[in-house]
């Protein structure tokens, strides 16, 4: 059972991919996120920019509904739903980490191999709909302070969000702050 800290982070996550806010995720939530996304980044229909976001944001949802409704009953996932896939993530820390690149690669605009604050910016934006100051947040993140975030930083942050339960974790911050 996931606890309060994961039910709080994951919460946040939720009501931000959520965009019709009913309550559930839908295949329609994650169109949104995606027109969003390719909106912030000026990537026009049919551009690769385009094509590559939307895989990620399509190919997320389709491997969320199939992982948490594996006999395919329904095209809807509560929260509850969602957090029972978060309780199945401590054991499944390459398939985490696999998510953790793919993100990475749809976040890494440049494709320079490093998410600069701007990048980090534009997924929270992208995330989230509202323009956000991210600058206290990056600096967090960013273990080394050099003012990127590696892949392996990344997959680290990534990891310690949806798998880890250590208050502590700078990854819990990877989407901004929750309550």
């Known amino acids: 059972m996931a606890s309060e800290l994961q039910r709080r982070k994951i919460s946040g996550v939720f009501a931000a991919m959520d965009a019709d806010g009913d309550g559930l995720l839908e295949e329609s939530d994650f169109q949104a996120l995606t027109d969003r996304w390719t909106a912030i980044r000026g990537a026009e229909q049919g551009s690769?920019?385009?094509?590559?976001?939307t895989s990620v944001?399509?190919?997320?949802?389709?491997?969320?509904?199939?992982?948490?409704?594996p006999a395919r009953d329904g095209d809807k996932v509560t929260l509850e739903d969602v957090l029972a896939v978060v309780d199945r993530l401590g054991s499944m820390t390459e398939v985490v980490t696999g998510t953790a690149h793919t993100m990475f690669d749809?976040?890494?605009?440049n494709s320079d191999d490093e998410i600069s604050p701007a990048e980090y910016r534009q997924m929270i934006e992208g995330w989230t709909g509202t323009a956000t100051d991210t600058d206290e947040i990056f600096a967090l993140l960013d273990s080394?302070?050099?003012?990127?975030?590696?892949?392996?930083e990344f997959a680290v942050l990534w990891t310690e969000f949806w798998a880890g339960d250590s208050p502590d974790a700078p990854g819990n911050l990877i989407f901004g702050h929750y309550d």
Request: aromatic share 6%; proline share 0%; glycine share 10%.
């Open 48 to 53: 690769e920019a385009h094509a590559r976001l």
């Open 57 to 69: 944001m399509m190919g997320w949802w389709a491997t969320l509904l199939a992982v948490s409704d």
């Open 106 to 109: 749809a976040v890494d605009e």
């Open 144 to 152: 080394n302070g050099d003012g990127r975030l590696s892949r392996a």
